[in-house]
């Protein structure tokens, strides 16, 4: 009988990439991280990209890895408390609470199974709001 970690060798690790992809536009950096944070703990595999490439490149990257949905924060959706979120495959956007988002993004895309739900703390309260607790 051979060991187990010999059999593990030779078996394939598949990790699941991110689900969502969350590109600041500006300055927004804190932002994107506040939402980056919202996603995962709702259970959405999220990514963060940091690279400062123009707009068009980042959305191609991110299309070309397959993922599906972009996260669009800049400086007006920081004054709204909103964000962007965009369907890479429909090529739609919405302009959406981070809530509204989650809520969407938990029914179409696979989870950690995690619990998809908002923290109580943050419920009711707009994203600026929750994005001011955590500074």
Request: aromatic content about 2%; glycine content about 6%.
């Amino acid at each position: 009988m051979e060991p187990i970690m010999e059999m593990l060798k030779n078996r394939p690790v598949q990790i699941p990439g991110a689900s969502v992809v969350v590109i600041p536009i500006g300055e927004s950096v804190s932002e994107v991280l506040r939402t980056a944070a919202m996603l995962r703990a709702s259970g959405i595999r999220t990514s963060i990209d940091t690279s400062r490439r123009k707009l068009k490149k980042s959305l191609a990257a991110a299309s070309s890895k397959g993922i599906r949905y972009v996260i669009l924060i800049g400086e007006n959706e920081e004054r709204i408390g909103k964000i962007r979120l965009k369907d890479m495959i429909q090529k739609t956007e919405l302009v959406l609470t981070i809530q509204e988002a989650i809520s969407i993004l938990s029914d179409h895309v696979p989870n950690l199974g995690l619990s998809a739900t908002i923290p109580e703390e943050v419920k009711g309260n707009t994203y600026k709001e929750w994005s001011e607790d955590w500074k």
